[in-house]
């Protein structure tokens, strides 16, 4: 427990990680700047245009703000304390080292699993109170399994960056690495010829949250390949894999 309540004590400390949560949080002033320029296009519309209206979910749409600012907020809980220097005492007061990385991925973890389903369920809540009645909305029972998946990506981001802070040592280059796993990765994937688009689409963390509740995927860019057992493993290991990797060499390198 005490270790547990240094690394809140330090997450607290860095300035960036109170502005990192704000931001995420700001994804629902964004995602209701975007039902606003929704409603605007909508009601200057044809009749013939406004029946065939449709709008993409909006939580769905403003997500990756929380994801990359959580993301981002891992990597800084470790990396800051490479940069300062700040890790050798860490480790000299934790001999073991891993308890060190799983009270990291705790709090991290925790602010994630917190600043998630804010933002997907207000979202939610505000797209469904601004869009009815102009454009179709599923109700809160139909939305609720892919409402929770989604928001669990927000503390995977966290865990991820955690993991890749702990194994390049690099804020810059941890955070490069995410930004490519959210941006770059998956454009390269949906270039990538049939079935192999489809198949590793099917992969990609924006793929997962409705593959694992077994919702369509007809329309999606993503692939829809994966049960839901496998589906939530995929996801699961994210976050595992490099945590593992990252506890591995926390134990063996230098600090």
């Known amino acids: 427990m005490k270790v547990l309540a240094s690394e809140w004590l330090k997450i607290r400390s860095i300035r960036s990680s109170h502005l990192l949560v704000l931001i ?41 703000v929380p994801q990359l600012c959580m993301g981002i907020m891992g990597v800084l809980a470790i990396t800051s304390e490479y940069a300062t220097g700040q890790i050798r005492t860490s480790l000299a007061l934790v001999p073991r080292r891993w308890p ?13 699993l917190v600043v998630g389903p804010v933002v997907v369920f207000v979202t939610y809540a505000v797209a469904k109170q601004m869009l009815e009645g102009r454009y179709p909305v599923a109700s809160f029972a139909e939305r609720f399994p892919t409402l929770v998946t989604s928001s669990l990506t927000v503390a995977v981001f966290a865990l991820v960056g955690l993991g890749l802070g702990t194994v390049l040592r690099s804020a810059a280059g941890s955070i490069a690495v995410l930004v490519g796993l959210v941006y770059v ?71």
């Open 24 to 64: 995420g949080l700001g994804a629902i002033l964004l995602a209701v700047a975007v039902a606003f320029s929704a409603i605007s296009m909508y009601d200057n519309a044809s009749p013939a245009m406004r029946r065939s209206a449709r709008i993409a979910e909006l939580e769905e749409v403003v997500l990756i």
């Open 100 to 112: 060190v990385l799983m009270a990291k991925s705790a709090v991290v973890g925790g602010l994630g």
């Open 185 to 255: 990765i998956p454009i390269v994937v949906g270039n990538l010829p049939e079935p192999w688009s489809e198949r590793f689409g099917s992969l990609m963390i924006g793929a997962l949250p409705r593959e694992i509740t077994g919702a369509d995927l007809t329309s999606s860019v993503y692939g829809a390949l994966l049960p839901p057992v496998a589906a939530g493993v995929v996801l699961a290991l994210y976050a595992v894999v490099p945590l593992l990797a990252g506890a591995l060499l926390l134990r063996h390198r230098d600090a």
